[in-house]
T-cell receptor
Framework: SAVISQKPSRDICQRGTSLTIQCQVD?????MFWYRQQPGQSLTLIAT?????????ESGFVIDKFPISRPNLTFSTLTVSNMSPEDSSIYLCSGKTPNTGELFFGEGSRLTVL | QKEVEQDPGPLSVPEGAIVSLNCTYSNSAFQYFMWYRQYSRKGPELLMY????GNKEDGRFTAQVDKSSKYISLFIRDSQPSDSATYLC??????????FGQGTTLQVKP
């Protein structure tokens, strides 16, 4: 199984600021995704992080608010821009392994916006 | 209608009971089915992964997929207090995008 590390694990931020979350996987994955889990809710896909090109965003999520980079196969970042209290959530990075297609998750980054 | 539906519970059972967790899905193109366990303040941990219909067993856990009825199940035998967590079902087609159910909160009482 892939080991996925995220940082920061948690942060408290002020309204209007931006935060970048980093995700590192220990082995090459075919696809990387970013999910959001709001309090008491399930996981919602934000976007697919594409290596060397623009991410593919799901309905309701836009690049200006959630810019994503993936410069190589094992690293990706998600930025939450111009934060508001509604952005308080857990942000999860995930990677899909090439052989089995299983999807593994990091521990998540718990973000609180005041 | 959500693409993956799951009863959020909570579900409370005594230690040693057999637990049955269920989901339904609506997209006929879904071929990959997964169950995740999520402890409080932790990321989801992959428990079971199934491709297409059939059963898969791993220790005390059995995953079942019935594509004809679009029904996904996870059975936990001899449940333990350490099994207390939220269980998430998820499905995807060839795009690789996983769609998650709402999650069922399980409590196993000693």
């Amino acid at each position: 199984s892939a080991v996925i590390s995220q940082k920061p694990s948690r942060d408290i931020c002020q309204r209007g600021t931006s935060l970048t979350i980093q995700c590192q996987v220990d082995s090459q994955v075919t696809m990387m995704f970013w999910y959001r889990q709001q309090p008491g809710q399930s996981l919602t896909l934000i976007a697919t992080a594409n290596q060397g090109s623009e991410a593919t965003y799901e309905s309701g999520f836009v690049i200006d608010k959630f810019p994503i980079s993936r410069p190589n196969l094992t690293f990706s970042t998600l930025t939450v821009s111009n934060m508001s209290p509604e952005d308080s959530s857990i942000y999860l990075c995930s990677g899909k392994t090439p052989n089995t297609g299983e999807l593994f998750f990091g521990e998540g980054s718990r973000l609180t916006v005041l | 209608q959500k693409e993956v539906e799951q009863d959020p519970g909570p579900l409370s059972v005594p230690e040693g009971a057999i637990v049955s967790l269920n989901c339904t899905y609506s997209n006929s193109a879904f071929q990959y089915f997964m169950w995740y366990r999520q402890y409080s303040r932790k990321g989801p941990e992959l428990l079971m992964y199934t491709y297409s219909s059939g059963n898969k067993e791993d220790g005390r856990f059995t995953a079942q997929v019935d594509k004809s009825s679009k029904y996904i199940s996870l059975f936990i035998r001899d449940s333990q207090p350490s099994d207390s967590a939220t269980y998430l079902c998820a499905s995807s087609g060839n795009t690789g995008k996983l769609i998650f159910g709402q999650g069922t909160t399980l409590q196993v009482k000693p």
